[in-house]
């Protein structure tokens, strides 16, 4: 590694400047005098986007792999397969001469609706995180870097350059924040990316608080934070909340800003110093991996074609699947023939090649005929004689499968999907060809939920095959003849409809500004928390075979909080064929200072089982898995008490529960203050031991006081106010209640609170 300190104290405040700002696309900006290369980034996430010229913004892109998008990935639930995939993106990298992958995509997917949904893994922090560091681990085990994106909150397309998503701490932390926190902490991306929206009213590349007091400082992040293309609007606020590189360049007036600033000392040179210093550690790291050499087109088409396998979710089967034996099958729907395979925007890949799912399925239907209509059009045009054309074919066919693939104009980057419906054309198509055909199969191609009501019971199976990547037409073909029993699990609800979702009456907002409303409530948790039925559940999905668990463990019943915990339980393939089955593991907490989810996601694991074969399986818990976030404590806290560790098979199919109790190890500070309640004093450790017993005197006096002479002293009757008075008092500040007896009281009730506060102190 070059003595970045020395090449700093060598480079002039114009070099410095320009250096924090790229010299073109896809470039650093090199400083040849002193040895510094010029560093090399693409798109990302889910394959290389390599332009010919990397110093110009848009062309077609050389060859690449297109993998599974990130909904695939997650629905895989195996981490080691996602760390594989890394490697290969990595080898890919290295042959087209990139330094930095950009991806992945770590953000939430708080509405169903979101435009770029595909490129990410999940509703849930924990199982996005845990994909993130898988595939960061991956790539730069082989000495190429990432960039995890788009942090932070960037959850929409619509005015998504400037819109400002207003999120509460508790909510920022725990949902919006978490995956990336995993992913920095686990793998130590070489670079972060952040995003085009404000956060809280404050744009996400000028974010102090997100970038460097989070970020940097909070979570260790080693690495330089790259813009994303286009989020700067002022470099020196930028470089001030901690933005160390902006993209894309060049930017001259920016880099004068730069130079300006530092000149008037608007900027502190050391501020850009450390900027400097963080390029120059990545830039010189790409250095230590040469681009070289060519990548294995083939093997690598193959991982991707295992990986869409694995990632499909079987949500359906009447028991039609795996086909045997069928003599005729009636193939309709376009994307049999052009597979959609991938989603439009930045991340948009030049394919090696593509398995066509037509032609897959010809080549392992051996016996079988198979006939093709078109069944809908590329656009959204209305034509009835195609689907006139596939209730002939299916009529007379022994099963229909249709390929349903929803298109770009409904589903890509740059813009929300305005509903959750397939075209008018492909719902009529299903209805008309399952009303003739009862072995209907429907194969579906989307990155995120859609509807599936209107046409659900009527067909026999539905593989959601997502944006399979370039292979994905090979692995459905597995999947539907059974050579690949399914085993993927959704990593995202799918609502029965679009006015159940979470989001739905605060998306996507306006006037600037969109409120996240549903706080911490978003994905399964909010399904939990209002008791709805959903189409399928988080976690879901069918296999050929069937699984049974049995003798659930805990390592400690009582246990703390820093200790963790093991869980363990047995699983048993109780079918005729091997399978795969991901055991996840939920934590419900059952009493706690502020309201939480029903049930959080904490671990998983992916099991392949041989008919009969029975594994232990063990999930490990730390601290994290019972913590929250308290935005007065302004940390993660645990609370002691009882907490129910829930085995499931998806979130809505609990197998095993088991109770354990926490101990806290905390020493929290305390957050009393001059208007806090007095159900806060009480809840407090110290406030109850320093006003516990004013609290007993003050209830006996407030019970005769309010009591008006009835009997029952708790509810006051005749010539009172008929209410519970020390309920009422409980959730008013002790200040506020104190003044009310003041004529009782030796001396004035401030006095008196701030005496109480004082020895709270004091303890
Ligand atoms: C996207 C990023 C992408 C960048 C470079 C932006 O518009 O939001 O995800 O990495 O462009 O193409």
Not at 462 to 469: A, D, F, Q
Not at 634 to 644: A, L, P, R, S
Request: aromatic share 8%; with cysteine.
């Amino acid at each position: 590694m070059k003595n970045i300190q020395s090449i700093i104290s060598q480079m002039t405040l114009e070099e410095k400047a320009a250096l924090c700002t790229g010299a073109s696309a896809w470039t650093t900006t090199p400083v040849e005098r002193l040895g510094v290369p010029e560093m090399i980034v693409s798109d990302g996430p889910h394959g290389v986007r390599r332009v010919p010229d990397v110093h110009a913004m848009m062309m077609e892109s050389l060859p690449a792999t297109c993998f599974p998008t990130a909904s695939c990935l997650a629905s895989t639930w195996d981490v080691e397969l996602i760390h594989k995939m890394g490697e290969a993106l990595a080898e890919e990298c290295i042959a087209l001469n990139v330094d930095v992958l950009l991806g992945p995509g770590a953000n939430m997917k708080r509405s169903p609706l979101g435009g770029r949904n595909f490129e990410y893994f999940s509703e849930d922090p924990y199982l996005a995180g845990e994909m993130a560091a898988s595939m960061i681990n991956g790539i730069q085990s082989r000495g190429v870097g990432t960039s995890l994106k788009h942090y932070a909150a960037n959850n929409q397309e619509f005015q998504r350059f400037s819109i400002s998503a207003e999120i509460d701490e508790r909510t920022l932390r725990e949902i919006y924040l978490t995956a990336f926190e995993k992913a920095v902490k686990q793998a130590q991306p070489w670079t972060v990316m952040c995003s085009y929206n404000k956060v809280n009213g404050t744009f996400a590349s000028e974010h102090h608080y997100l970038l460097t007091e989070i970020l940097k400082n909070e979570w260790g992040f080693e690495g330089l934070v790259v813009s994303d293309w286009g989020a700067v609007r002022d470099r020196v606020a930028a470089l001030k909340g901690g933005l160390d590189w902006e993209m894309p360049g060049p930017q001259e007036r920016r880099v004068k800003a730069v130079v300006d600033a530092v000149n008037s000392g608007e900027l502190d040179e050391a501020v850009l110093d450390e900027s400097v210093r963080r390029i120059l550690r990545i830039v010189f790291k790409a250095q230590e991996t040469p681009k070289t050499g060519k990548f294995d087109i083939d093997a690598h088409h193959e991982l991707a074609r295992k990986i869409a396998s694995e990632g499909m979710v079987l949500l359906k089967n009447n028991g039609i699947l795996p086909l045997k034996g069928q003599q005729h099958i009636a193939v309709i729907g376009r994307s049999a023939e052009t597979a959609h395979f991938q989603g439009g925007g930045s991340s948009h890949i030049h394919p090696t090649k593509v398995a066509m799912p037509y032609k897959e399925l010809q080549a392992r239907a051996e016996n079988s005929e198979l006939t093709y209509a078109e069944g809908y059009p590329s656009d959204n045009s209305f034509n009835q004689g195609m689907i006139d054309q596939a209730v002939g074919l299916a009529q007379s066919a022994d099963v229909a499968i249709l390929y349903i693939a929803l298109p770009t104009f409904k589903e890509s980057e740059g813009y929300d999907r305005p509903d959750l419906d397939l075209t008018d054309q492909q719902i009529a198509l299903i209805k008309a060809v399952s009303k003739v055909q009862k072995h209907t199969v429907v194969v579906l191609n989307n990155g995120a939920p859609v509807a599936m009501s209107a046409w659900i019971d009527d067909v026999d199976a539905v593989l959601e095959s997502w944006m399979m990547g370039q292979a994905g037409g090979a692995a459905v073909a597995d999947v539907l003849f059974g050579r690949v029993n399914p085993s993927g699990k959704l990593a995202e609800t799918f609502p029965l409809k679009l006015s159940d979702t979470p989001a739905h009456i605060n998306w996507p907002g306006g006037a600037g500004e969109v409120h996240y409303g549903e706080g911490l409530f978003i994905g399964y948790r909010y399904y939990d928390a209002k008791e709805m039925p959903v189409l399928f559940p988080f976690g879901y999905g069918l296999s050929y075979t069937t699984f049974a668990y049995s003798n659930a463990k805990v390592s400690a019943k009582n246990f703390k909080d820093v200790d963790g915990l093991t869980v363990t339980v047995d699983v048993t393939n109780t079918g005729n064929v091997a399978g795969k089955e991901t055991v996840q593991v939920y934590v419900h907490d059952q009493k706690s200072g502020l309201r939480r989810p029903e049930k959080e996601l904490k671990g998983f694991a992916k099991v392949e089982l041989k008919p009969g074969e029975t594994k232990s399986v063990s999930i490990q818990l730390d601290f994290r898995s019972f913590a929250y976030y308290h935005p007065e404590y302004k940390q993660w806290i645990t609370e002691n008490g009882e907490f129910d560790i829930l085995i499931a098979a998806s979130a809505a199919d609990i197998r095993e529960s088991l109770t354990v109790t926490l101990e806290s190890t905390l020493n929290l500070p305390c957050i009393l203050d001059k208007e806090s309640t007095i159900r806060e004093w009480m809840a407090d450790p110290r406030g109850s031991v320093v006003f516990g017993p004013f609290y007993q005197m003050m209830e006996t006096e407030s019970r005769k006081l309010f009591s008006g002479g009835g009997e029952d002293e708790r509810y006051a009757t005749d010539g009172a106010i008929g209410m519970d008075i020390m309920e009422m008092f409980s959730d008013m500040p002790l200040v506020s209640v104190l003044m009310f007896q003041q004529s009782s009281l030796p001396m004035p009730a401030e006095d008196i609170v701030a005496g109480f506060l004082a020895q709270v102190q004091a303890l």
